[in-house]
């Protein structure tokens, strides 16, 4: 039954992809199921399906990168008995969600080529906000980050497969987790041959809360006052509720 539904997805969106793309031997194209991730009060994840069309040999990798934002990495030491935070380090720079899929093993891609295109975990650099002395250190600060990154599922442990449908029509898919950041993210489709990016396409995707956890966000955003007044009043209805109910 899923292998059908992709046979129609294949039928419906491959001349779609092809026809943004009208410029004379092109050998690439990508288009998304859903240019939107909708963030509700029940949501607990779900999967963006990218789909795309390959004309010839080569390799093809896509990348979700969320919004940069700057990030503080803590690192606690012992001191007297309590372990307290002792050094710091603030990152620019750091997208907000990361994921990245191959058709084939990072070994058959150049790794200059997976850094200059920022293609996996590696390739990636984080800005410090300060200039140090010691690189090592900020290697072992950035190398925390992404374990805790990777432990909120935001960051892949490693690439995730693309599934070839049919001859030349792909697909790959990432999951969102229910913590995603919101704001505006990009895809981006690679297509690598003779060691070198042919061709590359892009799309934007766009997380938002909406419903009524956007409401209370923008309450709190906006007016966070009131909001810091309203969870007062339902902290303490919740304590007298349930002291009634005891009762």
């Known amino acids: 039954m899923m292998k059908y539904w992709l046979f129609i997805a294949a039928l419906f969106l491959a001349p779609m992809a092809f026809a943004q793309a009208p410029e004379f031997g092109q050998r690439l194209a990508m288009d998304l199921a859903s240019d939107q991730v909708d963030i509700t009060t029940g949501f607990h994840g779900g999967n963006v399906e990218v789909f795309g069309m390959r004309q010839g040999p080569g390799v093809v990798a896509v990348v979700v990168k969320g919004p940069e934002r700057t990030m503080m990495v803590r690192r606690k030491t012992p001191v007297l ?55 090592d250190l900020v290697r072992k600060f950035q190398e925390a980050l992404v374990r805790n990154k990777q432990a909120q599922g935001i960051f892949p442990t490693g690439p995730k497969p693309i599934e070839f449908i049919s001859d030349g029509f792909f697909r790959a898919s990432f999951y969102m987790p229910p913590n995603l950041p919101s704001g505006t993210y990009e895809v981006h489709a690679y297509l690598i041959d003779g060691g070198q990016v042919i061709e590359e396409k892009t799309k934007t995707l766009r997380v938002a809360q909406v419903g009524f956890n956007a409401r209370v966000n923008r309450l709190a955003e906006n007016h966070g006052f009131f909001y810091a007044i309203l969870g007062l009043f339902m902290a303490v209805g919740a304590g007298w509720g349930v002291h009634f109910l005891r009762r």
Not at 95 to 103: G, K, Q, V
Not at 106 to 122: C, E, F, M, N, Y
């Open 81 to 135: 008995g309590a372990w307290i935070n002792t050094q710091y380090l603030k990152f620019r720079r750091v997208p907000s969600y990361y994921d990245y899929a191959l058709s084939a093993g990072k070994a058959d891609i150049p790794p200059s080529l997976l850094k200059d295109a920022k293609i996996g975990l590696d390739s990636l650099y984080f800005d410090p906000d300060i200039s140090r002395d010691d690189p």
